[in-house]
Every structure is written in structure tokens, then in C-alpha cells.
């Protein structure tokens, strides 16, 4: 009896002292209460506007930065609270937690780099030595520096992260100075192959692209002399930014040393990968052969010489490695990533017609497969084959995820088939994803189709500008070319295809014909 009077006494005490700190209106009352009422709450946007709240009374919460952070699921849900975020990580300019976490917001959200960059070289520039930073904070700038030099490189910005990186290279030592070597040699590798051409006036100095690979030559000079004291965590570090970079036959080398004398199939295939990056087939090979005889082993070598034949082009050696898969649908994707990169159109469609034939009988259809015979529909320019797909996803509801709604309405703008209709679809995904960049450039795409020119432009470039982190930058830049060669605005047609050179690597983007197109105006 009395330890439940005492009890009582304690709770109504504690209840007592909650009621008048709360009279007090205590900042960190007033986030807690924010925060728990954040958590009650089942709508998005009071969840996301409460959370905003307790960080405002409360800026150093971590519960509340975690948080707000696992509410962010997509793109335009980072986007749509970037700028709250970087203003108030603005108005705690010491807070390092929460300006990373606005940086990531930032940058996830593929925000205007003008409307933050200035945010996040101001946080680096209050980082006045990183070797001194506690452990979690280091990782913290790790991230700043990495979403700046990223926002350099969607703008092409290249002296000035360059400076930057060569300025905190020389304060820092130790296993700061690794991390920001690597960081340094990705910047520099990026714009040694994606930098600008130009050289100035009269054609004298160097371009950014040239001073970029000089920069680079010099740094992994020196960084390939530290590969060989590393080990652990620091040499599989170096071992990834050696591939990244282009220099497979550097981590090739440096994963071989590193790795135990113990049997480790894993590691073997990592070398066998490293080594077909190398060109070193014969070695991959070897490795294929070796691992093949272990138990459980066998289809990963199978999968691993598939790799390598397709990357030496031999695209039959390929196949026939591919047809002693017994899994089929494993077997037909492989079948498929063979046929794509050897542009075999004819042949992913009929393995496709035939993967449908074998859906079960109450399957009419399979998305994933649909989408490819889309592409293949637009690569074979065959609107029999798109019209009938496209049917198939309308009577599914398929049409209605935003991705089958806009490869349809492109594929048909690039057909120059049913465009009022592909105008439909492609504004109905627009409306799912505002800010989807490849979404905005089929819009300009079937709009210029209709000979809407003008309007396409404005659509090409919101396009343009928020495929900043998009690899398809090149056929968005040659779509803008060709609209403004439409308008008559040849030198900047002319700029815009250059630029579609500089950027693109991917399947549909065809350097050749971008050369015609520049040649032409010529």
C-alpha cells in the first residue's frame, strides 16, 4: 500500500513538473510534443510540417533529422522539402548534422544546384581543419564534400572544386587525406572525359577537360605509390576507386595481393570481374574454370564467362554459355542482355513474343517484358508491334504506372504515331512525377512532334535542367538541338548537340548521327 502511494505521489510530481515546463513554453518541450504528435500522425504533409517544427526548436535532435529523413521516399518528396531544410541548417550554421542532412536533401532531390551550392561551401568553409573532427562528424563532411563536388559536376563547374579539393588536400593528413584523394581522383577522372572542350579565347590555354587529366595524371601518380601499404577496409576502397577511374589493371593488382590464401570463390569472382575490365580474359577465364568445380559455384562461373564474352563481343560464345542456364527466366535475361548489346533487335523481339507465349493463362501480361517490347517497338520502328502492346497494357491498367504511360507516349511521339494520345499519357505521368526529367523531355518530344516547337523548348529545357543527375543527358541536348534547328536558332542548335556529345554514353544515343546533325548546319 505504500509503495503505490508513493508511486502516485511520483507520478503526479512528474505530471505537475511536465504542466509547468510546458507553461514555460520550453523549446525542447515544444519540439517533443511536435515530434510525438509527428508520429500520431498519419497525413504526410502534417507529418513532414511538425517534424519542420521540432527541428526548428530543437535543431540538434537526431530523432527528429532520422526521422524526417525516413518519411523521404522519393525525388520529389526530397525536393519538396530541400528548401525548408537548407534554410533552417542555414540558420544553424554550426550544426553539422542537419546541414548534411539538408546537402542530402539537396542533392537527392535533384534541387537547383544555384539554389544551394552557396549553402554548402559555406558549411566546408566553417570546417576549418577535418583532421580534427570526432569520428561521426567526419563522416558528416565526407558527405558535404562529396554532394558538392556531385553539384559541381551536374553544372560543369570544374575550377572551382577542383581548387577546393587541392586547397583541403594540403591541411589534411592521415586517413582524412586518403578519403579526400579518392574524392579527388573521381572529381578529376569525371572531367578528364566529361569536361568542357573549350579552350578559351583564340584557342590559347588549356581546357577544363585537358587540365582535368593533367591533374589526374599527377594525383594517381602519387595515389598508386600508397596502394601498396594499405590493407582492410582502405585497400578495398582504393581497389573500387581504381576501377571507378579507369584503372582496372591497378586494382586488378591490388585485389590480387589482397586477397587471403584461404579458399574465397567470392573473392575470386571479384578478381575474375576486375580482371575482364582489364582485358585480362584469359585470367577471368581461369577463374571461371577454378570456381566452377566448387559446390554451389557453378552458375556464377557460368554467369561470370557470359560477362566476358559479351564484353570481348563474342556474342556467340555468349549465348551458347547462356543456353546451359536451366533456369528459364534466367536464362532469357541473359538471352536478352546478349541480344541488346549486340543490337539485336529481331532477336529480343522474338524472344520476347515467345517469353509471352509461356506467361501462365491468367497472366495477359508482364510489365517488365512489355516495357522492353516497347523499346524494341522503337528501335525496329515497328508500330504494329507498339500498338498492340500498348492495347494489352490498357486493358491490364498497366498504362497506368507513370513509367508504361511514358515509354508509350514517347515510343509513339518517336513513331510520329497517335500523338494526342501520347500526349495524354506522358502529361498523366508528368503529373505522378513532376520533376522526372525523362518524363519532361518526352513531353518536348511529342509536342515538337505536333509542330509546337516553341512550346517543346520550354519543355526541353525543364528537362535539361533537372537531368542534372540523369545518364541520358545526350538525348535530351540533341532533342533540344533539333528544336531549336526547327526555330532557326542554329548556333545555339549547334551548342546543344555539342553538348549531347559531351555527356552521353547510353543505348539510344547515337554519336554518329549527333555528328551528322553538327556537319549538316555546318
Request: negative net charge; glycine residues 6%.
Amino acid at each position: 500500500m505504500k509503495k503505490f502511494v508513493f508511486f502516485a505521489l511520483c507520478c503526479l510530481s512528474v505530471a505537475a513538473f511536465a504542466v509547468d515546463f510546458s507553461k514555460a513554453e520550453s523549446p525542447r518541450v515544444r519540439s517533443l510534443e511536435n515530434f510525438m504528435a509527428a508520429t500520431k500522425s498519419r497525413d504526410f504533409g502534417e507529418r513532414k510540417a511538425l517534424l519542420l517544427e521540432a527541428l526548428k526548436d530543437d535543431p540538434d535532435s537526431r530523432t527528429g533529422m532520422e526521422f524526417l529523413e525516413s518519411m523521404i521516399q522519393t525525388r520529389t518528396e526530397a525536393r519538396e522539402i530541400a528548401p525548408a531544410v537548407r534554410d533552417l541548417a542555414a540558420a544553424n550554421p554550426g550544426n553539422l548534422l542537419l546541414g548534411t542532412m539538408a546537402a542530402r536533401m539537396c542533392y537527392g532531390g535533384n534541387y537547383p544546384v544555384p539554389e544551394y551550392i552557396g549553402f554548402v561551401r559555406s558549411l566546408l568553409a566553417g570546417v576549418k581543419n577535418p583532421d580534427k573532427l570526432a569520428p561521426e562528424l567526419l563522416d558528416n563532411y565526407y558527405v558535404l564534400v562529396s554532394v558538392y563536388t556531385s553539384a559541381l559536376r551536374q553544372v560543369g563547374s570544374y575550377a572551382e572544386g577542383s581548387e577546393y579539393l587541392a586547397s583541403i588536400r594540403k591541411k589534411t593528413s592521415g586517413d582524412v587525406l586518403f578519403q579526400l584523394f579518392n574524392s579527388s581522383l573521381e572529381y578529376e577522372y569525371f572531367f578528364s572525359r566529361y569536361g568542357n572542350r573549350e579552350r578559351g579565347f583564340l584557342g590559347l590555354g588549356k581546357s577544363d577537360r585537358e587540365k582535368a587529366q593533367a591533374c589526374f595524371d599527377d594525383l594517381f601518380s602519387e595515389y598508386a605509390n600508397l596502394i601498396p601499404a594499405l590493407e582492410g577496409a582502405e585497400l578495398e576502397r582504393a581497389i573500387d576507386v581504381c576501377a571507378s577511374v579507369g584503372k582496372a589493371d591497378v586494382a586488378l593488382d591490388a585485389a590480387e595481393r589482397g586477397r587471403g590464401k584461404d579458399v574465397n570463390p567470392a573473392a575470386d569472382v571479384r578478381i575474375a570481374y576486375l580482371a575482364v575490365a582489364a582485358k585480362d580474359y584469359d585470367k577471368a577465364a581461369e577463374i571461371a574454370e577454378k570456381i566452377s568445380k566448387l559446390d554451389g559455384w557453378k552458375g556464377p562461373s557460368q554467369i561470370l564467362l557470359i560477362n566476358s564474352f559479351i564484353a570481348q563481343k563474342k556474342f556467340a560464345e555468349a549465348k551458347a554459355k547462356a543456353e546451359e542456364i536451366r533456369v528459364p527466366i534466367a536464362r532469357d535475361e541473359f538471352l536478352l542482355r546478349i541480344y541488346e548489346a549486340e543490337k539485336n533487335f529481331t532477336g529480343m523481339r522474338t524472344l520476347l513474343d515467345d517469353m509471352e507465349k509461356r506467361l501462365s493463362p491468367d497472366v495477359k501480361i508482364d510489365l517488365a517484358n512489355a516495357l522492353r517490347q516497347v523499346a524494341v517497338a522503337e528501335y525496329l520502328k515497328d508500330a504494329d508491334l507498339l500498338n498492340r502492346i500498348w492495347k494489352l497494357m490498357v486493358e491490364t491498367d498497366q498504362i497506368d504506372s507513370p513509367d508504361a504511360a511514358n515509354a508509350v507516349g514517347y515510343v509513339a511521339a518517336e513513331l510520329n504515331i497517335r500523338l494526342d494520345e501520347a500526349e495524354k499519357l506522358i502529361r498523366g505521368a508528368i503529373e505522378a512525377e513532376p520533376y522526372n526529367a525523362a518524363y519532361l523531355d518526352s513531353m518536348a518530344w511529342v509536342l515538337f512532334r505536333q509542330g509546337k516547337a516553341e512550346e517543346a523548348l520550354q519543355w526541353i529545357e525543364k528537362s535539361v535542367r533537372e537531368s542534372e543527375q540523369d545518364a541520358d543527358r545526350g538525348i535530351m541536348f540533341e532533342h533540344k538541338g533539333d528544336i531549336l534547328k526547327a526555330l532557326g536558332k542554329k548556333s545555339e542548335a549547334l551548342k546543344s548537340y555539342r553538348q549531347a556529345l559531351e555527356c552521353s554514353e547510353s543505348l539510344d544515343f547515337d554519336p554518329v548521327r549527333v555528328e551528322k546533325k553538327i556537319a549538316d548546319l555546318k
